[in-house]
């Protein structure tokens, strides 16, 4: 049992199409869109209905089933090939989070496999990717709480919960395990600009559950640690690289090199599906960039002075060596590094 934020799904079979809860709206209005084609899901992900590396994952899969029942329907013979396009366009729909492309290979390797009309494997497969991704959480949640002594508050940013997996979340998961242990005092959340996914959404995750949440600027952040007031900087990440380095949202690295600076642990937390063992270090992660319009407006008001531009990257790169502690579903690394990680995949996912 949960409250209804700890339990909700962002992304729901419908029997027929893909139901999106719609994160633009939140928390205003609870308002879901359904897919019914790969390309709809293309675009829910481009435009951030659905977002967080894990739940962008997911809602991929399960558009790998809409495009391989369009394709079976218009030419049985060739529909491999015929959905080539659709799954392009998934792949291309945001580049920083690899669980995109994890997720994608995972379906395509299901379709290799498939004989006959693919529907019902290919559902079966995107229904398991889902079902992984919140026992990870699960699995995390306990393992990330244990790391956490004693009573504290802690830090996150952006939004790491139920919203940006297929449900509990992975820092939110901790922050929420640890809480029902009692080791969590109350959560700071980082209101991150420019999406204010901390604002809007973790913010409307941790109301919901009862866990006392305060928000504030990013720009806060530092003076907080300094102040000695929180035990534990928790956050997630949208692609680990093979060397331990971490791409999450924007901030993420200046939180990292404060909490350093103040002794405050740093603490990732990520299923192993947001490990890219081919990427050898951050350098090669690719990093988005957004229009410029999601600074200079808020919503659809104008906030800058008419004539400046803005540069929007919406992740950075934490090094390696600012991560205290990675927690993945297959265990927990401290300091983490290449040979701790590539030990960490070559484990068996059950171990
Ligand atoms: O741009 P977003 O909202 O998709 O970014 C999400 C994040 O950066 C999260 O911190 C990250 O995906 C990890 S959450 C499971």
């Known amino acids: 049992m949960g409250s209804d934020a700890e339990t909700l799904r962002p992304c729901r079979w419908t029997g027929r199409a893909l139901a999106l809860l719609d994160q633009r709206a939140l ?7 359904e897919c019914a084609d790969a390309g709809t899901v293309a675009r829910a992900i481009r435009e951030m209905v ?27 013979g060739r529909w491999r090939e015929a959905m080539e396009d659709e799954l392009a366009d998934l792949a291309a729909a945001r580049p ?14 299901a379709a290799r496999r498939a004989s006959g009309d693919p529907a019902e494997a290919l559902l079966r497969e995107a ?17 990330g709480a244990k790391l956490i002594d004693g009573r504290c508050d802690v830090l996150t940013h952006c939004n790491t ?5 297929g449900g509990y979340g992975t820092a939110l998961g901790v922050i929420r395990s640890a809480w029902r242990q009692g080791k969590v005092e109350s959560v700071y959340a980082d209101e991150t600009r420019p999406w204010l996914q901390g604002a809007r ?30 035990g534990w900087v928790v956050v997630g990440a949208d692609r680990v ?19 350093r600076h103040h002794g405050v642990g740093f603490m990732v937390v990520a299923p192993s599906s947001t490990i890219d063992p081919d990427c050898p270090d951050g350098g090669a992660i690719p990093i988005e ?3 410029p319009t999601e600074l200079l407006q808020l919503g659809a008001q104008r906030v800058a002075a008419p004539g400046a531009g803005a540069w929007n990257p919406v992740f950075d790169v934490t090094p390696a060596s600012l991560v205290d502690a990675l927690v993945t579903e297959r265990g927990v690394l401290l300091r983490p590094d290449r040979a701790r990680i590539r030990e960490l995949l070559a484990a068996s996912p059950a171990a």
């Open 96 to 109: 920083t989070a690899v669980n995109l492309a994890w997720a994608l290979e995972r379906m395509r390797a």
């Open 161 to 165: 919960g139920s919203l940006a997996t």
């Open 201 to 230: 959404l973790t913010a409307w995750e941790l109301v919901q559950d009862g866990i006392p949440v305060r928000l504030l600027a990013d720009g806060a952040a530092s003076f907080l640690l300094g102040r000695g007031a929180v």
């Open 289 to 291: 960039e957004r229009s």
């Open 27 to 33: 928390p205003e209005e609870v308002r879901w869109i």
């Open 127 to 143: 229904q398991a990717i889902h079902e992984e991704d919140i026992a990870a959480n699960r699995r995390m949640g306990g393992l």
């Open 241 to 259: 690289a093979a060397n331990g380095d971490v791409a999450n949202k924007i901030g993420t690295y200046a939180l990292a090199v404060s909490a």
């Open 50 to 76: 659905v977002r967080g590396a894990p739940a962008i994952g997911i809602g991929a899969a399960y558009g790998v089933v809409l495009a391989a029942r369009r394709a079976w329907r218009e030419s049985a």
